[in-house]
């Protein structure tokens, strides 16, 4: 804030290509485009058509030629500053210290430019609210690592722990590196899953938007026979995994964790090549996600819980998809084994019993109800079903729970859509919560829930005996919890 | 209650309750929700035709039974449950009526105090103490302390955060 303004960098004019391309910034101005296109109508033909072409693109090369001619940024001593806008100008100062990470990520046609995309993540103060980001689009690639260089030099320099020497070229360690073969993996994880899904939907939403005399056209399908059901399911299927697989692969290609001086840096992607910094300083603990497809596989997911890291969901993915055993020895080298995991009572399992038959045996009593007064006895079944798929469930989400604390880091686990593990830092911890139900009063159990600012804000210890609330949470944290028994 | 329901609390209970005036900003509450709740029921008894029988009367049956419930014994109920303390290190607080919880935050960790006064606190010369750290489940409220009391605990906790604090979050 005290640097005199100075002119700034100004990207590079080859970005006004990629956006015009794009139509990064015209794309503002198609709802008004729209109306415009059906009052006049498309009845000129041809002419109309290569005239709306030609002048969305000059619109498109006109707004990316102004909004780049109005942007420049500064990589300050003290702050970051970026100046834009269309018409107004705004400038935004970032402060050094505030600055949590840089990505630079390359998509496919700022590849072809020789560009990348710069974007620095600012805390914002909560977690809950996402990180304010600068986006600096545009830089050759040298100016791109320049920049990252540079801020995170002069962050390091200006926080606390840092000695003040900036190393010039720390040597790296790898952390993790993804194997291709995990990419089979795909077809058993539900965000991977939605990926053809997606594409599937938004094919049909297009060809519903396409006139008439373009759609091609489809006989009306013969679906009578078993046969082609059967074939049309399993093609369904096999186009999903595939699709999954694809989606995996260009999200995650390439995959690689080093560690590089006080940080860690992630890279991957196919099309778009994203490059992710955090601070290993910042990093509280890690949790290890399996949702109930992935377990029969043995796989997980790794994210770290870093604090006041704006989109921390993507941003601190530490392993996308890989083996339960890679995961976990990834996961001992950022934080310490807090041991083996201690089972919840017998108390928690009729709990997650009780509670997974519950919604069943409801069904079933209306169904009983409904068989006997109207001879209907359709609910019965559905009841009958949902009570009896309520034991496995139940007891899957008591098998998931369990908790530990060790010298230097703890645990709690929970779930069974997704089974969730946290393994935190004691020094993570910046409170405490303890609920107790009426109901968990009379079973002796008690939900401890650990709150962190990092992550969700919170990880929940549910249904743990409640004489061992205070133990617990003594070595789970630092000293002041012993404030629950003083 | 009693004896039984002390000996099973996980962790201990804070040493302070809050001030008597609290009982009559809960009773308050409660004949404000009751109010709202008789309007609806009013509503539906009004509407809904007479054909379908006793069903009709039950809506104005939880209704007054909720107003017993919110008015009568929700307000002392929670006045006997709800506590706070600070100690040396932390701020801890019991809160809830059927579903008990305790929320303990080192001052070391404090991020902000921050003290508000609703419409109808002011009512009764009451405040609420809010305890904010760098989780967002990690907040704790001390409600309903006499106004200066609570301007006192922030002043004090907000000067004390400020000497012990640590830099980790």
């Known amino acids: ?486 | 209650m009693g004896a039984m329901t002390i000996a099973r609390a996980p962790v201990r209970e804070p040493a302070w309750s809050l001030s008597r005036s609290a009982i009559g900003l809960w009773v308050t509450e409660g004949v404000i929700g009751s109010v709202f709740a008789g309007i609806g029921a009013a509503a539906v008894v009004l509407f809904v035709p007479s054909s379908v029988g006793f069903l009709r009367w039950l809506v104005p049956a939880v209704a007054l039974v909720y107003a017993v419930a919110v008015i009568g014994v929700r307000p002392w109920v929670r006045f006997r449950v709800h506590r706070w303390e600070v100690t040396g290190e932390a701020v801890l607080t019991l809160t809830g009526w059927l579903t008990r919880t305790w929320t303990l935050v080192p001052i070391s960790r404090i991020q902000t105090v921050d003290v508000t006064r609703g419409v109808l606190q002011q009512l009764f010369g009451l405040s609420t103490v809010a305890v904010l750290t760098a989780s967002s489940q990690g907040t704790v409220h001390v409600w309903h302390l006499e106004a200066d009391v609570a301007q006192r605990v922030a002043d004090d906790l907000a000067h004390r955060a400020e000497q012990v604090r640590d830099q980790a979050t």
């Open chain 1, 1 to 486: 804030m005290t640097q005199p303004p100075s002119p700034g960098r100004r990207t590079s004019p080859r970005v006004v290509l990629v956006h015009t391309i794009t139509f990064r910034q015209a794309r503002q101005f198609v709802p008004a485009v729209i109306p415009l296109v059906a009052a006049v109508g498309l009845d000129g033909g041809a002419p109309t058509i290569v005239g709306l072409v030609l002048g969305v693109t000059v619109l498109s090369l006109a707004t990316a030629g102004l909004s780049w001619w109005r942007f420049s940024y500064v990589d300050g001593p003290s702050s970051v500053v970026v100046t834009r806008g269309l018409l107004s100008r705004s400038v935004r100062m970032v402060p050094n210290d505030r600055i949590r990470g840089v990505e630079v990520e390359t998509p496919v046609l700022h590849r072809l430019f020789g560009l990348v995309r710069v974007r620095i993540d600012a805390a914002a103060g909560g977690v809950t609210d996402k990180g304010e980001e600068l986006v600096v689009d545009g830089l050759p690639r040298s100016e791109g690592d320049r920049l990252r260089t540079a801020v995170l030099t002069h962050r390091s320099s200006t926080s606390a722990t840092a000695d003040g020497v900036p190393v010039a070229m720390p040597a790296e360690e790898e952390f993790a590196r993804f194997d291709n073969r995990w990419l089979l993996y795909a077809p058993l994880v539900g965000s991977y899953l939605a990926v053809p899904l997606a594409a599937v939907g938004a094919l049909f939403r297009l060809a519903q938007e396409l006139p008439e005399s373009v759609r091609p056209e489809f006989d009306e399908p013969d679906l009578s026979g078993l046969q082609v059901l059967a074939i049309t399911a399993a093609a369904g299927l096999l186009l999903l995994g595939v699709g999954s697989v694809i989606g995996a692969a260009v999200v995650n290609w390439g995959f690689r964790l080093v560690r590089r001086g006080g940080s860690l840096v992630a890279t991957r992607g196919l099309i778009t090549r994203r490059h992710t910094e955090l601070e290993i300083d910042r990093i509280r603990g890690c949790t290890v996600a399996e949702g109930a497809g992935m377990r029969l596989v043995r796989a997980t997911r790794v994210n770290a819980l870093v604090t006041g890291l704006g989109d921390a969901a993507r941003r601190g993915q530490l392993l996308p998809l890989g083996p339960r055993k890679e995961a976990w020895r990834l996961v001992h080298r950022l934080v310490a084994d807090p041991g083996p995991m201690v089972p919840h009572p017998v108390a928690a399992r009729r709990r997650r019993l009780g509670r997974a038959l519950f919604a069943g045996l409801v069904v079933t009593a209306a169904g009983l109800v409904a068989t006997i007064a109207a001879g209907w006895w359709g609910l019965l079944v559905v009841g009958v079903l949902l009570t009896l798929l309520g034991v496995p469930l139940g007891l899957g989400r008591y098998a998931a729970l369990g908790h530990a604390a060790g010298p230097r880091s703890f645990t709690v686990r929970s779930g069974w859509l997704v089974r969730e593990q946290a393994v935190l830092e004691r020094r993570a911890v910046v409170g405490w919560q303890v609920r107790q139900s009426f109901f968990q009063r009379r079973a002796g159990l008690a939900t401890v829930v650990a709150c962190v600012g990092a992550g969700r804000g919170g990880y929940a210890a549910i249904d743990m005996a409640a004489d061992e609330v205070r133990s617990f949470t003594v070595a789970a944290s630092e000293p002041w919890a012993e404030t629950f028994s003083r």
